[in-house]
DNA sequence: TTGTAGGCGTTATCAA
DNA sequence: TTGATAACGCCTACAA
């Protein structure tokens, strides 16, 4: 292993003192050195490869130009590409600034202090948390210590600074096309437990399209999803299983549908002949179920960059606060909710009493 | 922004020196100190709520318990869950040992020295590298200057780190599976273009099966997937076209089993009874295809916690090398290859001309 | 236009 | 059992 290079060897190889290295190598504004020189060091640098040591200027200026990233629930990375998706975009915007990412993926903080330390610990200079529960505790602390904290969703904190989409309007639009093809009894499956406050607003936006159409809200047709496939899966066998007679789903994601999906297929039911889909985020292989998955598209790469632009603002200062319907999002109609429902609706008599 | 804590104000407060405040907090073994100086020390650490500051400790450490993360083609993140459930892996081991991560999506750089300057930048003790092309000239680099890299896969360098599955044999695991239930033309169809090694190993497998079962293997079953659903998509129908007449695909991933599953559909070639599918790593969404999906199940968390763990220990100074084929795979069967295959091959008249 | 000197917060060596 | 003191590599007033 060599001696790495420092300022002091480019100095050196230059014949300049370490403070003209310095002055050349961080372009200062103010300072005017002739063009020989800094020719000279620049070349001396390139020549012995120099790469300032990052731990020295951290220490120096304070700043560590890296963003943190927490996952609250790193196991939900697994469940489909849309965080993995924001994270790429979040990346990006980072990149593109000159800041790098930490990954914390904390597994539900016993430790109250978890963002608080690292946030101390001076090796990042903000903080992106996303999809936290309202009301966490360690989030709560960070907030409170006016570190720059960004938030994807929200965390209901009053001081803090957040960015959502417009989870309640699309998910009133997904439902009011499903209305619009003549579905009444529409099923809804939260993505999450509704602590998690994007899966209340989807609910929400489900419950004001019902309605604006003077349509009642079931609620033996709600169910609470855990975002997994899977989880989709039992829910929708749950609500068929309560003789409550959908005829149309709106899952709170994609992954969730598909799970759906094949509960109705199980159950014998055709989509979209007997029963149509609908479903959210768009993830890639939405395109590619079978029949075609009716989709929100939530742009998760674009919210990503968009987030870690924000976190690198507020890190600058700027104002953030509580954004929480920035971003426009599609739907994009496929063929799982198929044309005019024929079935319109039912209900047999058993229905009345749900 | 309140004024950050030393342990010069640790120092104060407990009455005592700097130098006996870090002994105290280091828990140096040589190093003996009364309990109440200790006791003293760490209250006061603790009411003041003192967390060290990581750049001065890399600084005079020289080491910032850090691992960094490449991904040479961050877009892939977004083709499934696997390298995703990776991550979180290699995180939960960082986490384990007290290491953070830093990720790293490096857009195929550009810039040869990309990874070198990381590694000299002094912000990561290690470099975990997930899946890079044969031949990559900036990983060359880094592994040529010692600095301590995993690679998952293989760069093929000689002198490289690397683990990675026993994607041969699994593969051919798989098609001999396929093999076993009557199928003679078998289709492949690889994750990656060949330059990504672990590709071509699952090719090899692939024919190896066939060779050993004394079937031929003919080109025109074999297409070039991109990670994605709609590469497979995409695949599959270049195959059909061919009148080539598989009765059996062996695909190079899930993401890409579910696009072929798609475009046989849309054939009107029904799974499992006209044709037969493996897919390749057990993605969570691959039990919940219609039909669920038989797959080689490659256990991506663990292999990440693998993954990180080697990482560490090869910056610890442990010997990794060159370890090829860690990692038993196991086949996972579901209905989308079926029983016995009734149809034995070739192909009915309507076939002829897909 | 260039150089001197001091400090960022730790750890580590050695002396008391 | 403790405490000075010197690095670590860089930045930045300020002086020359």
Request: glycine share 8%; charged share 20%.
């Amino acid at each position: 292993m060599m001696r790495r290079v420092t300022t002091h060897d480019i100095a050196r190889e230059a014949g300049v003192s370490r403070t003209t290295v310095s002055h050349i190598l961080n372009n200062h504004p103010g300072i005017m050195l002739s063009l020989k020189t800094r020719k000279r060091v620049l070349a001396a640098a390139r020549k012995l490869g120099y790469v300032p040591n990052s731990a020295a200027q951290m220490l120096v200026t304070g700043r560590s130009r890296t963003i943190g990233l927490i996952l609250p629930r790193p196991d939900l990375i697994s469940v489909d590409v849309f965080v993995p998706m924001m994270m790429v975009g979040i990346n990006e915007a980072c990149r593109a600034r000159g800041y790098r990412l930490l990954m914390e993926a904390i597994q539900d903080p016993a430790d109250a202090d978890a963002y608080l330390d690292l946030a101390k610990s001076k090796r990042i200079d903000g903080l992106i948390v996303i999809n936290p529960r309202k009301g966490d505790a360690a989030l709560r602390k960070v907030i409170e210590s006016k570190f720059p904290v960004l938030i994807f969703g929200s965390a209901g904190h009053p001081q803090e600074n957040s960015i959502a989409t417009q989870d309640g309007e699309a998910s009133c639009r997904a439902t009011t096309h499903l209305i619009s093809l003549g579905h009444e009894r529409i099923a809804h499956i939260s993505y999450a437990p509704l602590v998690y406050l994007p899966a209340r607003k989807r609910l929400e936006g489900y419950r004001a399209a019902l309605k604006r159409a003077n349509l009642p809200f079931h609620r033996k047709l709600f169910a609470e999803g855990d975002f997994s496939c899977e989880s989709g899966y039992r829910a929708m066998r749950q609500i068929l299983a309560l003789n409550c007679y959908p005829t149309a789903l709106f899952a709170g994601n994609d992954t969730l549908a598909m799970g759906a999906m094949k509960a109705l297929g199980e159950a014998g039911l055709s989509i979209p002949k007997d029963f149509a889909v609908v479903g959210y985020d768009d993830i890639p292989t939405a395109a590619f179920t079978c029949p075609p998955l009716t989709t929100i598209r939530s742009h998760a790469f674009e919210q990503g960059k968009l987030l870690g632009e924000a976190a690198i603002a507020l890190v600058d200062g700027q104002e953030i606060g509580s954004q929480q319907d920035v971003l426009p999002l599609e739907l994009i109609i496929r063929a799982s909710c198929g044309g005019k429902a024929t079935r319109k609706n039912p209900a047999p008599a058993s229905l009345t009493n749900l």
